[in-house]
């Protein structure tokens, strides 16, 4: 094992932080994923229809929307027959605001993301002296600001994007109630475009198309880890009651596959999908900087993030893959880094699209992204990265 001294060292050379398993309580199991019946799979994965309906729609051109998130092809479409593109930790940056901290998983910020296409925002809470903080592993590691505060910044921005819906997806790391995230959505005003289901503990086939959830102004869905459904707060469902997930803590190009990893009480992905559950294809690997501490991986991201089918590790073969294993396209998909690949080409493709209205951010410098995820105190990050290394190494 190499001294304490020397992994000190080049811990504090390469990065400002370093972050342990980044997505939430693991709830991993075995199994081989059931094939379910669904309409047929091309060969190029492309606009795969879910084995699920959507709720009686009028035409959404009579409504006036010219194109719901960024296609006319999706207005008409349910939400659950979308493939929605995601920014995993979408509030924890690598760029100029966090001295470039090896604990980000993304280069730019939410409100960036969501003008490039980014329409699933992902990030962990955690209670930090009674406020609810977007902090990643620790608030002492990486700490992105209130939540509330993010929230607001993304409902400015879907203020001035009237045809966009937004899925939001929170891992409730201190297992904070329900009532507690009510506060801070009804604080920032964000919830007044919340979506309910008619029944919010269960999960259902049937969602509304885009064009109706942006007619009514219900277009903003979210999702919370580990919390208990409360008709109080309609608008805030619990993850698993609608969502099940493929492992996330991968840490080889060839670690990506479409087993179901959680919710547990679910034997198999082909098992969740009957239930009605939606799929969420998790594609982002972590590499080891120390023995214990896991950091991801930005090395292989244009592998990882690449929309092609030819290479293993890239997210068009993953994405493709799970279609023919599971008979419906992955309803979310999340991965570090969005703007390389893009990533988004590849949600483009399921859903059969060539999208308008974006603002690229290729060739952009990552530099200081002001807005939503902006990061604080990269000094007192530095104190953090030298006592959390001294306590990994003293756990070796």
């Given at each position: 094992?190499?001294?304490?001294?020397?992994?000190?060292?080049?811990?504090?050379?390469?990065?400002?932080?370093?972050?342990?398993?980044?997505?939430?309580?693991?709830?991993?199991?075995?199994?081989?994923?059931?094939?379910?019946?669904?309409?047929?799979?091309?060969?190029?994965?492309?606009?795969?229809?879910?084995?699920?309906?959507a709720s009686p729609s009028s035409s959404n051109a009579a409504s006036g929307i010219s194109a719901c998130n960024n296609s006319p092809l999706l207005c008409d479409r349910a939400y659950n027959n979308v493939?929605?593109?995601?920014?995993?930790?979408?509030?924890?940056l690598r760029d100029a605001s966090t001295s470039d901290s090896l604990a980000g998983n993304q280069y730019f910020n939410a409100t960036v993301a969501l003008d490039a296409g980014i329409r699933l925002l992902q990030a962990q809470v955690h209670d930090a002296n009674?406020?609810?903080?977007?902090?990643?592993?620790?608030?002492?590691?990486?700490?992105?600001?209130?939540?509330?505060?993010?929230?607001?910044?993304?409902?400015?921005?879907?203020?001035?994007?009237?045809?966009?819906?937004?899925?939001?997806?929170?891992?409730?790391?201190?297992?904070k109630l329900v009532s507690d995230y009510a506060a801070v959505f009804e604080g920032s005003g964000i919830s007044t475009y919340g979506y309910q289901l008619s029944n919010g503990s269960s999960a259902s086939n049937t969602w509304p198309t885009l064009g109706d959830m942006i007619t009514s102004n219900k277009r903003l869905v979210t999702f919370i880890a580990s919390i208990d459904y409360s008709p109080t707060y309609p608008y805030l469902l619990s993850e698993f009651d609608h969502v099940f997930e493929t492992a996330y803590n991968v840490l080889s190009l060839s670690g990506f596959n479409c087993t179901l990893d959680r919710p547990s009480g679910q034997g198999s992905a082909g098992d969740a999908i009957s239930a009605g559950l939606m799929p969420l294809m998790n594609h982002f690997a972590d590499s080891l900087l120390l023995q214990g501490v896991q950091i991801p991986d930005e090395t292989d991201i244009d592998i990882t993030n690449s929309p092609?089918?030819?290479?293993?590790?890239?997210l068009g073969l993953h994405a493709d893959t799970c279609v023919k294993q599971?008979?419906?396209?992955?309803?979310?998909?999340?991965?570090?880094?969005?703007?390389?690949?893009?990533?988004?080409d590849t949600a483009d493709r399921l859903n059969g699209i060539t999208a308008t209205g974006r603002k690229s951010v290729s060739g952009e410098s990552k530099g200081n992204t002001s807005g939503a995820g902006e990061n604080h105190s990269p000094m007192g990050m530095n104190v953090a990265l030298i006592a959390f290394v001294v306590f990994a190494l003293a756990m070796v």
């Open positions: 094992m190499p001294s304490l001294i020397s992994s000190l060292a080049t811990a504090l050379l390469l990065a400002s932080g370093i972050c342990a398993i980044p997505q939430g309580p693991s709830g991993a199991e075995s199994g081989i994923v059931s094939a379910v019946s669904a309409a047929s799979v091309s060969t190029a994965g492309v606009a795969v229809s879910q084995a699920t309906t493939t929605h593109m995601g920014a995993h930790d979408s509030s924890f009674g406020t609810l903080q977007l902090c990643h592993t620790s608030c002492t590691l990486l700490d992105a600001g209130p939540l509330q505060d993010w929230l607001a910044k993304i409902k400015f921005w879907m203020d001035n994007n009237p045809n966009e819906v937004v899925t939001i997806l929170l891992v409730n790391s201190d297992n092609d089918t030819s290479t293993t590790g890239n599971w008979g419906v396209k992955p309803t979310f998909i999340l991965v570090d880094f969005f703007d390389h690949g893009p990533a988004i």
